[in-house]
């Protein structure tokens, strides 16, 4: 659908406060599901308030290897649907942790885990990024929002100033929760300042590499690979 200059057009990603959805994971039901969204043979089910998949959530995805995975501990920053979780469960990880500020993502993410029999590998909770995130990862998933913004009104849509006050957050605290082979994928637009992604990653001692690229009306989708000098 058309969207203004970075706006996003995939998963709804969010940071968060506490993690309601494990202390009451019944509060949403079946009734919460708005539409539903083909990831492969996998039916995903949407939530009213939850955006669902689009563009860059597939272009991220399609990023991350099997190998890189399997067997590997994961955390998906800003969950939204599940989409990314899932994703890495299909390809094997050992466990994934998925968080998001929106409750109710935080409760269409543990829903659709059990509905694709992944209840067990995936533990959705809230948390404003990594305010509730305790450990290491051997991959992190981001997909943040980047409309540039006065304010964070919009959490699944704004990135703040230039577009990526959020992200400029999560890549600051990334590395403390990545082990020591471990690996980030995350996914900006060219509108937030390459360049300026580039300079960072290498300020906090992370090498990265540009994995895929995508055209999107008034913007480039850009998917990194970061991982430790």
Excluded: W
């Amino acid at each position: 659908m058309p969207v203004k200059p970075g706006t996003k057009t995939a998963g709804r990603i969010g940071q968060s406060t506490g993690p309601e959805e494990s202390r009451n994971p019944g509060k949403y039901s079946t009734a919460s599901v708005k539409s539903k969204f083909f990831f492969g043979n996998n039916e995903i089910d949407i939530f009213g308030s939850v955006y669902g998949p689009r563009e860059d959530s597939l272009l991220l995805a399609g990023c991350i290897k099997d190998s890189a995975v399997a067997g590997r501990s994961c955390l998906d920053v800003g969950c939204g649907s599940g989409i990314q979780s899932i994703n890495l469960a299909l390809k094997g990880a050992s466990g994934i942790v998925a968080i998001d500020i929106n409750e109710k993502a935080v409760a269409n993410t543990s829903h659709n885990a059990k509905k694709l029999g992944f209840g067990k590998t995936i533990t959705a909770l809230q948390s404003d990024l990594f305010v509730n995130v305790h450990g290491k990862f051997d991959i992190i998933v981001f997909n943040p929002p980047y409309l540039e913004s006065e304010s964070l009104e919009e959490r699944e849509l704004d990135g703040g100033r230039k577009g990526r006050e959020v992200l400029d957050r999560f890549l600051n605290d990334a590395g403390g929760h990545l082990t020591e082979h471990g690996k980030i994928y995350f996914l900006q637009s060219s509108l937030n300042g390459i360049s300026e992604t580039k300079a960072r990653l290498k300020k906090l001692g992370l090498d990265a590499e540009i994995v895929a690229k995508k055209r999107i009306f008034f913007e480039e989708l850009i998917v990194f690979e970061a991982v430790r000098q």
